[in-house]
Every structure is written in structure tokens, then in C-alpha cells.
């Protein structure tokens, strides 16, 4: 499986953004999905994963509410819509993929994208 991250860019606090997370391979559709961030110079952290099927979604505290998680099936390709955006949520964001056992654990996933930059002025 390959992912390939896009959306990102430069955005006023308060404002959205859409990232997209394209796939290649057909199993994609059996592995939990996730995006981490990585905001500069601290370790990255979980944002948003749902189960393969999609039945289960999980969010980190710091963006409840704000972000949500989706997916097109038919277009092999995962979604984080990002609105009321705050400076603090300026990271390079991943979205990732794998056979997940606990979904905050980067370690779990086995697929990676290569990242998209989040800048969020004030």
C-alpha cells in the first residue's frame, strides 16, 4: 500500500482545510486509517483513526469537535476536514495505515504517507 498526502497549505486561525490521503492497493479498504501531526520540533502525535470498516471513529482530545475523519471507498481515499483551526495546529500531518491493535500507537501502522505541511497563522 502506498499513501499519498495532500491538502495542506497556509490558512488564518478560524479557517479550514481539507487533507486527502490517496491509496494504492486494494487491501487498503481492510486497515485502520489514521492521521498523526508532527508540530514543530515535538514528537508526533495521534489526530484521527477510524476502523477498517468504519464503524469506529477516535479522536484526540485537542481536536474534538474541530476535525473530522471520513473516507470514499470507491475513490480508495481518507479525509481529515479541519475547521476552527488554532496556530497550535501547525504540524506536518500524516495519514497513515495498518492492522492496528491500539490506534494512538504509531508503531501499529505499517503504511505511511510522506506528509503534507499545516500552517495555521494568527
Known amino acids: 500500500v502506498q499513501l499519498q498526502a495532500s491538502g495542506g497549505g497556509l490558512v488564518q486561525a478560524g479557517g479550514s482545510l481539507r487533507l486527502s490521503c490517496a491509496a494504492s492497493?486494494?487491501?487498503?479498504?481492510?486497515?485502520?486509517k489514521g492521521w498523526f501531526r508532527r508540530p514543530p520540533g515535538k514528537e508526533r502525535e495521534f489526530v484521527a483513526a477510524?476502523?477498517?470498516?468504519?464503524?469506529?471513529?477516535y479522536y484526540a482530545d485537542f481536536v474534538k469537535g474541530r476535525f473530522t475523519i471520513s473516507r470514499d471507498n470507491a475513490k480508495n481515499t481518507v479525509y481529515l476536514q479541519m475547521n476552527s483551526l488554532k496556530p497550535e495546529d501547525t504540524a506536518v500531518y500524516y495519514c497513515?495505515?495498518?492492522?492496528?491493535?491500539?490506534?494512538?500507537?504509531?508503531?501499529?501502522?505499517?503504511?505511511w504517507g510522506q506528509g503534507t505541511l499545516v500552517t495555521v497563522s494568527s
Open positions: 477510524f476502523s477498517w470498516n468504519g464503524y469506529s471513529t
Open positions: 492497493g486494494r487491501t487498503f479498504s481492510s486497515y485502520f
Open positions: 497513515a495505515a495498518g492492522s492496528v491493535s491500539y490506534y494512538r500507537r504509531e508503531d501499529d501502522y505499517d503504511y
